[in-house]
T-cell receptor
Framework: SQQGEEDPQALSIQEGENATMNCSYK?????LQWYRQNSGRGLVHLIL?????REKHSGRLRVTLDTSKKSSSLLITASRAADTASYFC????????????FGTGTRLLVSP | GAGVSQSPSNKVTEKGKDVELRCDPI?????LYWYRQRLGQGLEFLIY????????KSGLPSDRFSAERTGESVSTLTIQRTQQEDSAVYLC?????????????FGQGTRLTVV
């Protein structure tokens, strides 16, 4: 079963608006990562936040992590049409070795 | 190599045939992951390797699925007696290690269609 679930499943906004996606997970984690997928093929790593961190920034991306609520959010500011993609959170779960488990994804559509 | 390479990029096979999917990870990456993604769905974990060992095979859907890795490099995912429900994109990823929370680099996947 999936470790994480993203919310919303789909999000449609206009260029220039901010997009916020949420991720909830079930078990304790070492880290949480966000990935982007275009056209249903390979995924691209966006940002990694460790379990002892609360917030991280990278360009127009801002990620927060609340381990007490087992949740994370990804904020994309000043969105562009090129941001249209599916976004997945992935949790690093320590099972002796660390296993990377993905959520169900949020499909973001940014209209010009 | 420059990135994770998967072959073939597309595979159409008849139900009941065996297929082999190949993944060439980034050189030096000790961790290697296989995922399955059905159309419009999330990524389903199948198996991962640390070096040539597979500590966790819990995601393999049935005994028709197997995977191996040799030389801490190339990995093959084999599906025997394919069924239509096996149709999906199979994604491979590698990371420097899976102990230190490294990012994973993905290949472009193999789109498998079982007819």
């Amino acid at each position: 079963s999936q470790q994480g679930e993203e919310d919303p499943q789909a999000l449609s906004i206009q260029e220039g608006e901010n997009a916020t996606m949420n991720c909830s997970y079930k078990t304790s984690i070492n880290n949480l990562q966000w990935y982007r997928q275009n056209s249903g093929r390979g995924l691209v790593h966006l940002i990694l936040i460790r379990s002892n961190e609360r917030e991280k920034h990278s360009g127009r991306l801002r990620v927060t992590l609340d381990t007490s609520k087992k949740s994370s959010s990804l904020l994309i500011t000043a969105s562009r049409a090129a941001d249209t993609a599916s976004y997945f959170c992935a949790t690093g779960v320590n099972t002796g070795f660390q296993k990377l488990v993905f959520g169900t994804g949020t499909r973001l559509l940014v209209s010009p | 190599g420059a990135g994770v390479s998967q072959s073939p990029s597309n595979k159409v096979t008849e139900k009941g045939k065996d297929v082999e999917l190949r993944c060439d990870p980034i050189s030096g990456h000790t961790a290697l992951y296989w995922y399955r993604q059905r159309l419009g769905q999330g990524l389903e974990f199948l198996i991962y390797f640390q070096g040539n060992s597979a500590p966790d095979k819990s995601g393999l859907p049935s005994d028709r699925f197997s995977a191996e890795r040799t030389g801490e490099s190339v990995s093959t995912l084999t599906i025997q007696r394919t069924q239509q429900e096996d149709s999906a994109v199979y994604l491979c990823a590698s990371s420097l290690d899976n102990l230190g929370a490294s990012e994973a680099f993905f290949g472009q996947g193999t789109r498998l269609t079982v007819v």
